[in-house]
């Protein structure tokens, strides 16, 4: 590693006698340049502007040539041609004009983008900001990627054309010959009509896909409801786990504080949870996050595998532990709540169920199923969960974690959030849930500075969005349940699958949508099994698929229609943090190529199928924004008119009652606010969950409980191997949201995909920063750079999730990309069905 | 002299490099080149005893720069043609592209890296302050970037009365070059010299 660069004495300063150019072959010689300056002179800026334009259209041009490229085979990968000009921008340029708009990507702060537009080109993207730093203002900045997004327009992995698999390929070979849009329309209506007709509805799958988020950005669903409907799933990529159990703790009222609720704490514990990477944007976690650290008083604790980058400057924040082993942390310091009498009893005999024997039900007492007799050694593992137990799995100190149980149980108010790291995990569901015990056990629910211990709350301006109309078909099956249902759709069972609303599937999918998503591949679980699954086109039959750029899950389709960005369009946007927005975009320029708007693409597709009337209802896309728009309005009326809207761009709003607290009208009054659970309370045992436990199947290493219990994960740190020595995990990464912007060469340039592992790993493997290593497991190899760092904790090393899988399918299957998803394992988490993605153990090897 | 400077606050910031890119935007820098770089700095270790238990003494954090527009510009010292010059109205420190021979005397001579020479171009390449921006009264695109308000600029006086000049590793004694920049340190922050530390982002800073 490079020692402090900066603190290298400067070479003193060199009395100039007529320098040497350093490589003459390239510069103008002195002489030349002092007697004609005029040679290397600025140019006037409109021959500068001038130059800038031509050398993006070059770009575009490049990017044009992707049908051609695809032929020859290298849809990805290609150079990246210089789009920016090689002299500066000119500036307060007459020609110039303001189009507001915004990002669109699930971030989720959609945050303002201020697009220069000249000639039909963007040139420059800033965003709504207002000149101070106070940091109470609303002000909604995009991060780097946003202000990035010239790079990604004008990206040359771009999709132009309407595109088909190329004859005598296989999908994932990712070869496509450039097709007219009506061949496109007529391959996609045709082979829709086929599907149905042949297997039913229930074959037809519209895949999770989060690459577009505005209030008309997704019609699939309402297109092949009138149709008839398809397959649903339920549950996301990002919360599987913690969004099923969720309803078992609270019901229905599960929205969390907002962060600034925390402003009023004494202590906050955060666990798996790094709110300034996950929301970057100015009025999101990132700012949400800093400006609440400034203010509370209240001492921080980010219980984490790894030193993120919320804790940068404030390390004193970071309370290490193993990954995967929260449950165990947070079992241990209820023991240790118990045991000194720091628990709220009044707390959880009023308002819960199920945290001593006294407060189980009917159907549960007598057998020591309490969450007390767990904690305390008397339940159905008769293992007291002492700190001393929890210290060699969570590799916390036993007197730390005294310590620590002693300030929980002794200062309030205490706000405990936890993210969705410590959820995405085998032991997900049951983390989660163990979480909110924290505030459960010391009565810190609904009272100002707490929270209910789950993902922070927001307060967000809701509009209203084109509306799906309603799926004709029930069934579901979870929302990582795609391969499996294409690979042996009728063997899954709702006993063992997770199949909701049918017993069992009637047929496998064999028609997959994939709009703005990269979860065929990219973002799912085992990449090379599913490659092999998505590859033989007896088993899905048809894929369409609908992008900007030409990600790895678009390799996987059968038809290609090339979209338009949100930016690109007229579009509409509301969300919010602490503090709500809304963006009202309007258009920069035309559609360019053969692109056409998702919205646009659908209403051809339902014109083939014969249902365009019923599809668009007699509106276009702005038909649409205008009238929802106004259907918003007419329920509060406090929004702008849609023309003020877009004139400003972007309209904030501060919650009026300063910030939310979860479950504060329960606290108030618990019987008139009885919870949606099944005991109308908190359950801390579920009895819901435990007859669902009884009535289905689990794996015989799944162990499932009806309390909040800590189990060992399958791939994890006290599971590890001998080949496997290492535990393998991932979080997001500044330069992506999840996979979008991972083609952008300007952003991977200064976001290097990097595999952290700390010294005590590094030194035995004879690695340094810099080395390029090999992740090896059982389901794949990937390959990128190490980052030698005291960040993360000795035995699990962690990369950024997202990254693209670049591997040779044909050949080593080794991705060169740097995704870990190549390493994760597809077997579901036991109740959600969700991807574990953050449970693995791999090997690590020093290449060359 | 310098009227103005930069005020970073090392206690909001987080790395996100939303600064970089702003400035990369708005001068249209392809690949390689960077007008501002945001260091991490980490130090200390996380190991793991013999029955299991963690611990660390680990810390890090970043500082943001770009250029510090210094009073005593060894840049402008060292450059043979007089390109790098202080604009005379804003005091901002500029290169004169129609009189850089591209020598590379600035940047090697700058403590901070702010000079770079782009062959392409011919000349040399730095932050400019936004100097047009600032003529036009408005702050430079990286100031309006931040999403956690962490950077500043405005006149030294205003900035003297917010925050210290920088002096902080891993940049140089704040005496070499009189930086016009002023911040206020986080927790973490170490003094200039700290040797038990090292820059931990190599490959993020151009």
Redesign the interface.
């Known amino acids: ?11 003193p ?2 009395p ?1 006698e ?6 003459p072959q ?3 010689t ?1 002489t030349t ?2 007697t004609a ?2 040679q ?3 140019p006037t800026q409109a021959s500068d502007a001038k130059e ?1 334009m031509l050398s993006r259209r070059t770009v575009l041009k490049a990017g044009g040539a992707l049908g051609a490229l695809a032929l020859a085979g290298g849809v990805c990968g290609g150079v ?1 041609p ?8 000119a ?2 340029d007459p020609e110039e004009k303001i189009v507001w708009n915004h990002c669109a990507i699930n971030c989720p702060g959609r945050c303002s983008l201020k697009l220069h537009v000249k000639d039909d080109e963007i040139v ?4 709504y ?1 207002i ?5 109470d203002s609303v002000q909604p ?4 990627r946003g ?2 997004y ?1 790079a990604w327009v004008y990206d040359p992995n771009r999709i132009n054309y309407p595109l088909k698999r190329a004859e005598g390929t296989k999908r994932g070979e990712g070869k496509f010959t450039q097709i007219s849009w009506d061949e496109a329309i007529e391959l996609v209506s045709s082979n829709l009509k086929r599907v149905i007709s042949t297997y039913g509805n229930e074959s037809v799958y519209i895949n999770y896909a989060t690459g577009v988020s505005a209030t008309t950005g997704r019609t699939w669903p309402r297109l092949i409801n009138i149709l008839g409907g398809y397959l649903g799933y339920y549950g996301t990529y990002s919360t599987a786990e913690i969004n099923w159990i969720t309803p078992y703790i609270y019901g229905n009222s599960s929205a969390g504080s907002t962060i600034n609720a925390a402003n009023e704490a004494a202590l906050i514990l955060i666990f798996g949870s790094s709110p ?2 996950t929301r ?3 009025a999101v976690s ?2 949400d996050y ?2 609440m650290r ?1 203010k509370t008083k209240g001492k921080i604790y980010l219980i984490d595998y790894r ?1 993120s ?8 924040t ?1 309370l ?3 990954p995967g082993t929260d449950a165990a942390l947070v079992s241990a310091l209820a023991y240790e709540l118990i045991n000194t009498n720091l628990v709220d009893l009044d707390f959880l005999h009023t308002y819960c169920q199920g945290f001593d024997e006294e407060s189980m039900p009917e159907s549960a007492k007598g057998r020591n199923l309490s969450y007390k007799d767990y904690i305390m050694g008397t339940g159905y593992d008769r293992i007291a969960k002492t700190p001393q137990w929890a ?2 799995i969570t ?3 036993a007197g730390r974690i005294k310590e620590l149980a002693r300030e929980i149980g002794t200062t309030k108010p205490l706000f405990v959030l936890q993210g969705w790291g410590s959820q995405r995990r085998s032991n997900g569901e049951l983390t989660a849930w163990s979480i909110c015990m924290l505030p459960l056990l010391t009565g810190q629910i609904g009272l100002p500075g707490t929270n209910n211990g789950l993902r922070e709350g927001s307060y967000a301006i809701n509009l209203d969005s084109i509306p799906a109309g309603d799926n004709p078909v029930k069934t579901q099956i979870s929302v990582f349940s795609m391969a499996d249902a294409i690979d042996r759709g009728p063997e899954m069972t709702e006993k063992r699958d997770g199949v909701k609303n049918a017993e069992r599937l009637k047929t496998g999918i064999k028609f997959v949508v994939n709009y703005a998503g990269n979860c065929i591949t990219n973002q799912n679980s085992d990449i090379n099994w599913v490659h092999d699954i998505m590859a033989d086109d007896t088993k899905c039959e048809f894929v369409v698929g609908s992008d900007i750029v030409m990600c790895d899950s678009m390799k996987y389709c059968d038809v290609i229609l090339p979209d338009i960005f949100r930016l690109e369009q007229e579009s509409m946007i509301g969300t919010g943090g602490d503090a709500a927005y809304m963006i009202a975009g309007s258009r920069p320029y035309g559609p360019k190529y053969e692109r056409k708007s998702a919205y646009e693409a659908i209403t051809l597709v339902a014109r083939a199928m014969g249902v365009e009337k019923d599809f668009t209802d007699g509106k276009t896309e702005a038909d649409w924004i205008k009238s929802l728009y106004e259907t918003t309005r007419s329920k509060d009326a406090s929004l702008p008119t849609l023309e003020t809207a877009r004139e400003k761009g972007v309209f904030t709003r501060k919650n009026p009652k300063g910030c939310n607290i979860a479950l504060e009208a329960y606290r108030k009054d618990p019987v008139e606010n009885a919870l949606t659970t099944q005991s109308g309370k908190i359950d801390i045992y579920s009895e819901k969950l435990a007859e669902y436990i009884a009535a289905h199947e689990f794996l015989p290493d799944d162990k499932v409980t009806a309390i909040p219990t800590y189990v060992p994960e399958w791939y994890g740190v006290e599971t590890t191997t001998g080949q496997f020595p290492l535990a393998l995990s991932g979080f997001h990464y ?1 330069s992506r949201t999840h996979s979008s912007w991972g083609g952008v ?3 991977k ?4 995909q ?1 595999l952290w592992i ?3 790993d590094a030194e035995p493997r004879g690695i340094i ?2 080395d390029t290593v090999r992740v090896s497991n059982q389901f794949g190899v990937m390959e990128l ?1 190490a ?1 030698v ?7 699990t090393v962690a990369t950024s999730q997202g990254a693209w899988h670049d591997a040779d399918m044909s050949g080593d299957r080794i991705d060169r990309g740097g995704n870990y998803n190549t390493l994760a394992t597809h077997r579901p988490s036991p109740f959600a069905k969700g991807n574990a993605q953050h449970t693995n153990i791999c090997q690590v090897e020093k290449l060359g | 002299m310098s009227i103005y400077g930069f005020y970073f606050d090392g206690t909001r910031c987080t790395a996100c490099k939303t600064c970089v890119y702003a400035c990369k935007d708005k001068n249209d820098l392809n690949l390689g080149f960077a007008y501002r770089r945001v260091f991490e700095y980490t130090g200390g270790d996380t190991t793991r005893d013999g029955a299991g238990a963690i611990s660390s003494d680990c810390f890090t954090y970043s500082v943001s720069v770009s250029c510090n527009h210094c009073d005593n510009a060894v840049c402008i010292e060292v450059c043979p043609t007089a390109a790098m010059h202080r604009d005379p109205q804003t005091g901002l420190i500029c290169v004169d592209s129609s009189v850089c021979i591209g020598c590379g005397y600035c940047a090697l001579s700058c403590p901070y890296r702010a000079p770079k020479v782009d062959r392409a171009k011919g000349h040399s390449v730095k932050c400019d302050g936004c100097n047009d921006l600032i003529k036009d009264d408005k702050a430079p695109v990286c100031i309006l970037a931040c999403p956690t308000r962490a950077l500043g600029f405005g006149k030294i006086s205003e900035l003297q009365a917010k925050g210290e000049q920088v002096n902080i590793a891993p940049l140089p004694e704040k005496d070499y070059t009189l930086p016009n920049m002023y911040i206020k340190p986080s927790k973490d922050a170490r003094p200039v010299g700290t040797d038990n530390a090292f820059i931990a982002n190599p490959l993020e800073v151009l």
Do not use: Y
Request: hydrophobic share 30%; net charge negative; glycine share 6%.
């Open positions: 590693m490079e020692k402090p660069i900066l603190e290298t004495p400067p070479t300063p060199t100039p007529p320098p040497t150019p350093p490589t390239d510069l103008p002195p340049q002092a300056p005029t290397n002179a600025a800038g990246l210089r789009f920016f000009s090689t002299t500066p921008t500036v307060a420059q993207v800033e965003t900001a000149n101070d730093d106070d940091i900045r995009a991060c780097l202000r990035s010239r300034c990477e970057q944007g100015g990132n700012h800093v400006a400034e030193h980058d919320s804790m940068i400057g404030h390390s004193d970071w290490p532990i193993n210290e060699p590799g916390i100190p500044r060469a300007w952003l340039e200064l976001n290097p990097e700390n010294k005590a920063s810099g750079l980052r760092t005291p960040r993360i904790v000795p035995g």
